[in-house]
């Protein structure tokens, strides 16, 4: 693989049931990221890690926690979905040389 | 508290130039980024400018004037490819990413 990647691509989820979002990175960055983002609004930090075995809570955290048990992933889990969860989630993850956040392809989350 | 403002929606010609304005209002600045975001599709990197001044790529070209608090995206001989949205993004003194809602461009022939 080559960049980052998400898993599932999409998900329609129950209500009160608990999911966790994937991500993967190959490029050895130090720093990963979760955003979340809805229509009309800006990209909102979930969580976020610097480097790995830190984390640290974002704009948006309630209902999300995350791990950094390695370099390359980055899980992001949702201990009893609501409604309100229903979004667009991306992972994104940038090298301590530059700032630059690079993306993944995102999982289109729905919470029913 | 902290604020990037870019206007909604725009619309330009195929073969013409469009400016993207954005304004911020942060705690501290490190930097400004601009993203390029097609439908259904993740932000890709376009620009970085943390030095006052106008950084040309190819079609696209990035102002920043810091004093200002205002940056904008200059995307030139416009392409059908280029309808998306642009999202503005500036690092604060956390080296935290702030976000703008995006500005999308809509390309007509």
């Known amino acids: 693989i080559a960049g980052i990647t998400q898993a599932p691509t999409s998900q329609i989820l129950a209500a009160g049931r608990r999911m966790t979002l994937r991500c993967t990175q190959d490029m050895r960055h130090n720093a990963m990221y979760w955003y979340r983002q809805d229509l009309g609004l800006g990209l909102r930090l979930i969580h976020y890690s610097n480097t790995a075995g830190t984390t640290g809570k974002g704009e948006v955290p309630d209902g999300y926690s995350v791990s950094r048990a390695n370099t390359d992933d980055f899980p992001l889990t949702l201990a009893s979905a609501v409604p309100s969860q229903t979004s667009v989630y991306f992972c994104?993850?940038?090298?301590?040389?530059?700032?630059?956040?690079?993306f993944g392809p995102g999982t289109r989350l729905t919470v029913l | 508290g902290q604020n990037i403002d870019q206007p909604t929606e725009m619309t330009a010609t195929e073969g013409a130039i469009v400016q993207i304005n954005c304004t911020y209002q942060?705690?501290?600045?490190?930097?400004l980024f601009w993203y390029q975001q097609h439908a259904g599709e993740a932000p890709t990197f376009l620009s970085y400018?943390?030095l006052d001044g106008l950084e040309e790529k190819g079609r696209f070209s990035s102002f920043l004037s810091r004093s200002k608090g205002y940056s904008y995206l200059l995307l030139k001989e416009l392409q059908m490819k280029d309808s998306a949205s642009y999202l503005c993004?500036?690092?604060?003194?956390?080296?935290?990413?702030?976000w703008g809602a995006g500005t999308k461009l809509i390309i007509k022939p």
């Open positions: 993004a500036v690092l604060d003194s956390n080296y935290q990413l702030i």
């Open positions: 942060t705690s501290g600045f490190n930097g």
């Open positions: 400018n943390v």
């Open positions: 994104a993850s940038s090298s301590s040389d530059t700032d630059t956040q690079y």
